[in-house]
Each structure stands twice: as C-alpha cells, then as structure tokens.
C-alpha cells in the first residue's frame, strides 16, 4: 500500500505562487488515483484537485481551476500541486490522497481515498 508524504509548504504573500510535492512509497504508484484536499482552521476537509492514473485527466474545484495545477510523475511516484496567484482563503493544511479506485465518479468526496499524508501546511499573507 502507498504512504502519500507531502513537502513544499510555508507562508507567502498574496498573489505569489508554491508548488506542493507528494512522495508515495510502498505501493504501485501508477495504479492510484491521486488527489490533494485541504483544510482550513474550524473546517471541512475540501477537496482541491485529482489526477488520474495516466495524468491525462485532471479535475478542479471551482475555487482554484484558474490557478492551480495538479500533474504526476510516475517515474518518480510523485503528484505535484503547482499553486499560482494564491490568495489568503486558500490558506489551509494540503493533503495527499489516494486510492486503487481508479474510477472517476465521486473523486472528491474524502471517502473514495484509503491513503492519506500527514499534510502540509500552505499560509497566506494579504
């Protein structure tokens, strides 16, 4: 089974850009479905992007799909999140999921994913 552990966190100004980086070990990386959620301070945890097995499908959520972008490296099993013109709301704790359940339907909704990282934590100053 995988182990998702993300890096690349920290705190930067409003409109400055971050990429976030997922390393997954212990599992077939090509064969998960990846994603990154978030969670912000007193909320839920909101899904942010996903990624298919073969990198050709992404999907967004509305909030960021003009500015962020996931990508994969199956060579390298890992998933990147490429953050640009970040804003204060997108302040939050950045998580790496994934699951074998490499269908498309309910991706982001936080039980389609058994593998979790501890997180990674992205704060944004106004």
């Known amino acids: 089974q995988v182990q998702p552990v993300e890096s690349g966190g920290g705190l930067v100004q409003a409109g400055d850009s971050l990429k976030l980086s997922c390393a997954a070990s212990?599992?077939?990386?090509?064969?998960?479905?990846m994603a990154w959620f978030r969670q912000a301070p007193g909320k839920e945890r909101e899904f942010v992007a996903a990624?298919?097995?073969?990198?050709?499908?992404?999907t967004y959520a509305d909030s960021v799909k003009t500015r962020f972008t996931i990508s994969r490296d199956n060579a390298k099993n890992t998933v990147s999140l490429q953050m640009n013109s970040l804003k204060p709301e997108d302040t939050a704790v950045y998580c790496c999921?994934?699951?074998?359940?490499?269908?498309?339907?309910?991706?982001?909704?936080?039980?389609?994913?058994?593998?979790w990282g501890q997180g990674t934590q992205v704060t944004v100053s106004s």
């Open positions: 990624i298919g097995t073969s990198a050709g499908v992404t």
């Open positions: 999921a994934a699951t074998l359940d490499a269908r498309w339907y309910g991706i982001t909704r936080t039980s389609r994913y058994s593998y």
């Open positions: 212990g599992g077939t990386f090509s064969g998960y479905l």
